[in-house]
């Protein structure tokens, strides 16, 4: 039996081109310790652009293709694959694509009384951005989640609740850093380890690979031992 409401909450965006959305309780009972409330994935649309001061939900968005801007608050962040995102009631949200790249990304909605605990131990604050890495490693969580939740069933939303503790202990696992020396040093390996992928029939030793990647053998082990 189908237990989605007759229309969509009014704060799905109309500026994408397509979209796969569920939605549950809008309303979950009081004293409830975790609960999906909707979720989805959002092909933006070029104009596409999202302005709130606040949420009544604690939200989670990940990137998973295109380029975009974020602003949470007062901080500001450039949107890229791989980047994912935090916020909640009371604090504000601007997002904006980039028209030649628009956005492709992710998002759940969640309350109750273990949500900001919940973000918490997930590593993210409301308001706070993140990485993981590789940048789909987190998608197959989502895609199952939004399975779920689109049939709507008797067990829905308590498989969306277990699912989502699934997406939060791999948020742990997968998160890459975001700036500083760390950022740097990652966004290097990510450039070798992907020339390595793109050339292993070709390459034979290691002085080849690191000459290649333009960087000294010493570092490029240091790279992939961390």
Request: glycine letters at 8%.
């Amino acid at each position: 039996m189908k237990r989605q409401h007759a229309t969509s909450p009014d704060f799905f965006s109309a500026q994408v081109s397509q979209a796969r959305r569920f939605y549950l309780n809008l309303r979950p009972p009081r004293g409830a310790r975790l609960a999906v409330v909707c979720g989805g994935v959002e092909h933006c649309a070029p104009d596409y652009e999202i302005r709130r001061e606040t949420f009544p939900f604690y939200s989670i968005e990940y990137v998973a293709r295109g380029e975009g801007h974020l602003q949470l608050g007062r901080r500001k962040h450039a949107l890229r694959p791989g980047v994912i995102f935090a916020y909640g009631p009371g604090v504000s949200q601007h997002i904006t694509v980039t028209p030649q790249k628009p956005l492709v990304k992710y998002f759940v909605d969640f309350a109750g009384t273990r949500s900001a605990a919940w973000i918490q131990d997930a590593g993210l604050a409301p308001g706070r951005v993140s990485q993981v890495y590789p940048p789909n490693e987190i998608q197959p969580l989502f895609d199952e989640l939004i399975r779920n939740g689109q049939r709507g069933t008797r067990h829905a939303p308590e498989l969306c609740r277990r699912l989502l503790d699934c997406l939060g202990v791999k948020l742990l696992e997968a998160r890459a850093p975001l700036k500083g020396a760390d950022s740097l040093a990652f966004v290097t390996f990510q450039h070798c380890r992907q020339f390595m992928q793109d050339q292993f029939q070709r390459l034979r030793t290691l002085e080849q690979t690191a000459r290649e990647c333009h960087v000294d053998t010493a570092y490029l082990c240091r790279l992939f031992r961390r």
